[in-house]
């Protein structure tokens, strides 16, 4: 017979249990008498979300206790807000609405938490406010309607709906001014094979993290980063070497950003300006939006930024289709012959000569891949954007709604103007075409949207660094103090000098996205969300009916411990964790043969016949 070990949280060498619990009570006591059992109150909202004492099992027990609640809410919510018409859908993007009003009621729950939260004792039980009590642990009732009124409070951020996701997914995601350059770099049918293919994977781990989300997340433990499902599923260390990884990528994409908008700084300016100085102009600038540090709201300028995107799109389709591109900038970017040819396009992967990053075939084909890759990164924010969802099984809807979108811009536009232009062509198509007059058009509209960008994924980045690493494990003061305050600040402009140093010395924006998206963007994307789904999957799987969490002891029983549960666990599920583990290492089979293809590129662009750019030079990679 098995044994029963039950798991306490006293049983776990973590944080104090003092820090986490108060002091347990057997029974309520009024006037010598017991009159009910005492529920052990446990802490909850964002300061313990990753508690170490918290067990798996009841992470999983308040994610279905909150999402009972969240059906039922929405299901009152639709019928106050009664049937929708097209009328009502358009009026209602400029009222306050029903989740506002919703919201304002979740505040005045908050402030009545305040007043309950107030009067606590000092030995940190909680008084019953509404009768004479004497000072006894809350009842059961009390208990329950105190859990209510946090988990309201807890409510008053989560307004987003799914319409809101599909715009931050869209503007999270959305890069299709390197899609010409990826058919120019595998040709027109590997293209749109694997535009597909990476579309429909980018999709699955968009679900992979939707699912953990929902089996995990709740008002009590709710998820806020990318690093706090892997904290569930295989611990502390799991979460640090997430968070680690996640604020390389993200610093690395700001210096493909610096790099990005100093390249349609130089173009706009033309040779006035030397490029190191175009740079710093865009490390200033950088530097004052990345004081914000608040995105409330961000959302209309998500959508001012995908419509921004839609002109842009529409003048670069006219100009490739009417006129011929600028070869000076393609000639100072790539390793094509320095001189005009027949344009060329190939219905498969072009000769080496035809190559825009390398001669080798292989690795010029696979740095096509890599910005393929890049162009369809950005799940890291998912979990961000569920926590901001009142609903957020809605979550699929916006998901796959946006890559849908996404995958098909990607197409058309890729392969439209790779049949107009053919093999000229650099990364961001919009600094190829002419005349004067319409690429600086699209160069400023490329240039605010950059900026939207910068603020989006700075923010992000500066939040994943400080709350995360600095603060978490190098015990930096939280921003909400003084001293936070003036730590933040600081560490913003220090991280802007250190992406403009990595964009000076690597002046290529071609061989930085290659580099970013075969190192971490293509394992973000694929493997690393493959690798949560299998842990997630094999540790639901392995539970034994008898098992489970006990809200009123607080107690988890498991039956067995060990490899063999989790052998179990992966047998209860054969197929789909073969399918999973197949596609984990799939995924960092590509990463690799990427990482591999973009050294070998910049390699080739930075030797003879190569890029006019060198290392904190003067001369401007868009000529």
């Known amino acids: 017979m098995a044994n029963i070990i039950a798991i306490r949280p006293g049983n776990m060498d973590t944080q104090s249990v003092a820090e986490i619990f108060t002091p347990r009570k057997l029974s309520v006591e009024e006037h010598g008498e017991v009159v009910a059992p005492a529920v052990r109150e446990r802490i909850w909202g964002p300061a313990a979300r990753v508690d170490s004492t918290v067990t798996f099992e009841e992470y999983q027990y308040w994610a279905k206790e909150e999402r009972a609640l969240e059906e039922e809410e929405n299901r009152l919510d639709q019928a106050e807000r009664g049937p929708r018409t097209a009328l009502s859908t358009i009026t209602g993007r400029f009222s306050k609405g029903v989740r506002q009003e919703s919201a304002e009621k979740d505040k005045k729950a908050l402030e009545r938490t305040h007043r309950t939260v107030d009067e606590k004792n000092g030995d940190g039980t909680v008084t019953d406010t509404k009768g004479d009590s004497?000072?006894?642990?809350?009842?059961?009732?009390?208990?329950?309607?105190?859990?209510?009124?946090?988990?309201?409070?807890?409510?008053?951020?989560?307004?987003?709906?799914?319409?809101?996701?599909?715009?931050?997914?869209?503007?999270?995601?959305?890069?299709?001014?390197?899609?010409?350059?990826?058919?120019?770099?595998?040709?027109?049918?590997?293209?749109?094979?694997?535009?597909?293919?990476?579309?429909?994977?980018?999709?699955?781990?968009?679900?992979?993290?939707?699912?953990?989300?929902?089996?995990?997340?709740?008002?009590?433990?709710?998820?806020?980063?990318?690093?706090?499902?892997?904290?569930?599923?295989?611990?502390?260390?799991?979460?640090?070497?997430?968070?680690?990884?996640?604020?390389?990528?993200?610093?690395?994409?700001?210096?493909?950003?610096?790099?990005?908008?100093?390249?349609?700084?130089?173009?706009?300016?033309?040779?006035?300006?030397?490029?190191?100085?175009?740079?710093?102009?865009?490390?200033?600038?950088?530097?004052?939006?990345?004081?914000?540090?608040?995105?409330?709201?961000?959302?209309?300028?998500?959508?001012?930024?995908?419509?921004?995107?839609?002109?842009?799109?529409?003048?670069?389709?006219?100009?490739?289709?009417?006129?011929?591109?600028?070869?000076?900038?393609?000639?100072?970017?790539?390793?094509?012959?320095?001189?005009?040819?027949?344009?060329?396009?190939?219905?498969?992967?072009?000769?080496?000569?035809?190559?825009?990053?390398?001669?080798?075939?292989?690795?010029?084909?696979?740095?096509?891949?890599?910005?393929?890759?890049?162009?369809?990164?950005?799940?890291?924010?998912?979990?961000?954007?569920?926590?901001?969802?009142?609903h957020p099984m809605d979550f699929y809807k916006g998901l796959f709604l946006a890559q849908g979108f996404i995958c098909l811009v990607y197409i058309c536009f890729g392969a439209a103007v790779y049949a107009e232009v053919g093999q000229y062509m650099v990364s961001q198509i919009g600094q190829s075409i002419q005349p004067y007059s319409i690429q600086t058009a699209g160069n400023v509209f490329s240039l605010l949207t950059g900026f939207i960008a910068i603020v989006l994924y700075f923010n992000v980045c500066m939040k994943t660094i400080y709350l995360e690493v600095f603060q978490e494990i190098f015990h930096f003061p939280s921003i909400t103090t003084k001293r936070g305050t003036w730590?933040?600040?600081?560490?913003?402009?220090?991280?802007?000098?250190?992406?403009?140093?990595?964009?000076?010395?690597?002046?290529?924006?071609?061989?930085?996205?290659?580099?970013?998206?075969?190192?971490?963007?293509?394992?973000?994307?694929?493997?690393?969300?493959?690798?949560?789904?299998?842990?997630?999957?094999?540790?639901?799987?392995?539970?034994?009916?008898?098992?489970?969490?006990?809200?009123?002891?607080?107690?988890?029983?498991?039956?067995?411990?060990?490899?063999?549960?989790?052998v179990r666990g992966y047998l209860k599920r054969p197929i789909s964790h073969t399918i999973t583990l197949l596609y984990f290492t799939a995924g960092l089979a590509c990463s690799g043969m990427g990482s591999w293809a973009a050294i070998e590129g910049l390699i080739s662009v930075f030797g003879p016949g190569g890029t006019v750019a060198t290392s904190w030079g003067c001369a401007s990679p868009v000529g």
């Open 134 to 390: 004497h000072g006894s642990m809350l009842s059961p009732a009390t208990l329950a309607a105190t859990h209510t009124e946090w988990r309201d409070a807890a409510r008053v951020m989560r307004t987003a709906s799914w319409g809101s996701i599909f715009y931050l997914i869209t503007t999270d995601i959305l890069g299709w001014s390197s899609t010409p350059y990826v058919f120019a770099s595998v040709g027109f049918g590997p293209g749109v094979a694997l535009y597909v293919i990476f579309g429909l994977a980018a999709g699955f781990s968009g679900w992979i993290l939707w699912q953990v989300f929902l089996g995990l997340d709740s008002a009590r433990y709710p998820m806020m980063s990318f690093g706090d499902p892997f904290f569930r599923v295989f611990g502390k260390r799991a979460r640090h070497a997430i968070n680690i990884m996640q604020s390389i990528q993200q610093f690395l994409t700001v210096a493909v950003l610096v790099l990005g908008q100093a390249s349609i700084i130089a173009q706009i300016a033309g040779a006035r300006i030397c490029f190191i100085v175009t740079m710093i102009i865009v490390m200033v600038v950088g530097m004052i939006l990345g004081s914000i540090r608040s995105l409330q709201r961000l959302s209309w300028l998500c959508n001012a930024s995908v419509w921004m995107n839609v002109i842009n799109f529409i003048i670069i389709l006219v100009a490739a289709g009417k006129y011929p591109p600028d070869y000076e900038t393609i000639f100072a970017q790539t390793v094509l012959p320095k001189q005009i040819m027949p344009k060329r396009t190939f219905a498969g992967p072009p000769p080496p000569d035809y190559q825009l990053q390398s001669k080798n075939e292989f690795a010029a084909q696979f740095n096509g891949v890599d910005s393929m890759v890049y162009a369809y990164s950005g799940l890291i924010l998912f979990i961000a954007f569920l926590g901001e969802m009142r």
């Open 487 to 566: 730590m933040w600040f600081g560490l913003g402009p220090l991280l802007w000098i250190l992406a403009f140093i990595v964009a000076a010395s690597v002046p290529n924006l071609n061989g930085i996205v290659n580099v970013v998206g075969g190192l971490f963007s293509l394992n973000f994307t694929y493997s690393i969300p493959a690798l949560l789904w299998l842990g997630y999957s094999v540790k639901d799987a392995s539970a034994l009916e008898g098992e489970g969490f006990n809200p009123a002891t607080g107690e988890t029983t498991r039956l067995d411990g060990g490899v063999k549960r989790y």
